[in-house]
């Protein structure tokens, strides 16, 4: 929901503080008037180098959550096909009927997988932003600029080193998003998604290390 008097997206209530000032022209959301990929394109770039202005502008596009869903699916299928695709073709016994068969139900994966990790993330680092450093604006609001910055996911395919350039990317935008849409302090900002994403990239990398023993 939008208070009426100042403008501010709320989930509950709010506390209003009258009413809002107009917001700087190059910040207010310009509707495209349709399907516009280049301009959420150039967004998404504008959102992974840290621009606060591409970041509120995103945050109150309501087109900008479907299009970044498309990104992270785009982003998460190009990490199966460029991780798992060359093994299966290599099997001995694989026909074109199992490849196709294990490539439609390895993008159903990476999409669910993917999805439940953002969005998981996402909400806790929304919920701690509120709770423990008073914070402001909406889930929405932090999701819509964090998926069009999801592409940065694609750095995990890095030899080595990809799960901590992905931790390290996507605590920057996301640490970034918080200081922007929720109005956190830079500090403490940074410092939710940094712990987070560490800690659960850390446990990945120890998990798939293992698994290779």
Same mark, same amino acid.
């Given at each position: 929901m939008q208070c009426p008097l100042c403008g501010i997206e709320y989930d509950l209530s709010h506390k209003c503080y009258g009413v809002a000032s107009a917001p700087a022209r190059e910040e207010a959301w310009s509707n495209t008037g349709g399907f516009a990929p280049g301009h959420y394109v150039r967004m998404s770039f504008e959102i992974a180098l840290l621009k606060g202005i591409a970041i509120r502008r995103a945050a109150c596009d309501p087109n900008a959550i479907a299009y970044g869903a498309v990104f992270c699916a785009i982003s998460a299928?190009?990490?199966f096909l460029m991780s798992a695709l $060359?093994?299966? %073709?290599?099997? $001995?016994?694989? =026909?074109?009927?199992?490849?196709?068969?294990?490539? %439609?139900?390895?993008?159903? @994966? =990476?999409?669910? !997988?993917l999805g439940l990790i953002v969005v998981g993330q996402l909400s806790l680092c929304h919920i701690l932003a509120k709770v423990v450093f008073d914070g402001k604006g909406t889930l929405l609001g932090v999701m819509r600029p964090s998926l069009l910055a999801g592409f940065v996911s694609c750095l995990v395919l890095i030899p080595d080193l990809g799960v901590f350039a992905v931790a390290a990317a996507w605590s920057a935008i996301v640490g970034r998003v918080l200081e922007k849409v929720n109005r956190l302090p830079r500090l403490p900002a940074y410092l939710i998604p940094s712990v987070i994403n560490f800690l659960f @990239?850390?446990?990945? !990398?120890?998990v798939s290390k293992s698994g290779l023993r």
């Open positions: 299928g190009t990490i $060359p093994s299966m %073709l290599r099997r $001995p016994a694989a =026909s074109l009927e199992t490849i196709a068969l294990g490539i %439609l139900l390895g993008f159903i @994966f =990476s999409w669910v !997988y @990239f850390g446990l990945t !990398y120890h």
